[in-house]
Antibody
């Protein structure tokens, strides 16, 4: 069974840092590109970042570029999101999502990890 | 950046009735559009890709149509488990991948 499990969320003060993880199983992780997508409380979905299977291509949303860093460890079947200089508007549920090999939609998604930025 | 606009924001439907959700793109996305279902407290689940192809395990009562800038998700006969939020996503021009703001399908 394909599974994505996020962890690392929590309460952090504005200006602080947090590192999210996404553990993948049930598929050849090193063959798939991955994404982070977030959802602020009561709001819609916002794509955050993309990383290719070999980490050679990385993209960020304008709202997080320069503050967030996406990475992966294919040996550990894991995806990461290092979040620095956090702001109140970064408060959201963060989902990792797999991009299909030759297609550009997302499937499946993990259950999410909640990040709350507040003093 | 392509802006996706969904309507209506909320759709009140009785069980067994038909639901029609709309999604409009600010520029053509060809057929590169997906629909996701999200229930409270759960992750989004892929329903439709390629504007009209059902994902694995998705019931036949869900159908998608459209191309270019106008798209529709139809649920032919609503069942209790279908009351949820629905989001469209374009993947024609990326990054960024962009989503509509969502439509809530609620029980009438």
């Amino acid at each position: 069974e394909v599974q994505l499990v996020e962890s690392g969320g929590g309460l952090v003060q504005p200006g602080g840092s947090l590192r999210l993880s996404c553990a993948a199983s049930g598929f050849p992780f090193n063959s798939y590109s991955m994404n982070w997508v977030r959802q602020a409380p009561g709001k819609g979905l916002e794509w955050v970042s993309y990383i290719s299977s070999s980490s050679s291509t990385i993209y960020y949303a304008d709202s997080v570029r320069g503050r967030f860093t996406i990475s992966r460890d294919n040996a550990k079947n894991s995806l990461y999101l290092q979040m620095n200089s956090l702001r109140a508007e970064d408060t959201a549920m963060y989902y990792c999502a797999r991009k299909l090999l030759h297609y550009n939609w997302f499937d499946p998604w993990g259950q999410g990890t909640l990040v709350t930025v507040s003093s | 950046e392509i802006v996706m606009t969904q309507s209506p924001a909320t759709l009140s439907v009785s069980p067994g009735e038909r639901a029609t959700l709309s999604c409009r793109a600010s520029q053509s996305v060809s057929s590169n559009l997906a629909w996701y279902q999200q229930k409270p407290g759960q992750a989004p689940r892929l329903l439709i890709y390629g504007a009209s192809s059902r994902a694995t395990g998705i019931p036949a009562r869900f159908s998608g149509s459209g191309s270019g800038t106008e798209f529709t998700l139809t649920i032919s006969s609503l069942e209790s488990e279908d009351f949820a939020f629905y989001y469209c996503q374009q993947y024609n021009n990326w990054p960024p991948w962009t989503f509509g703001q969502g439509t809530k399908v609620e029980i009438k």
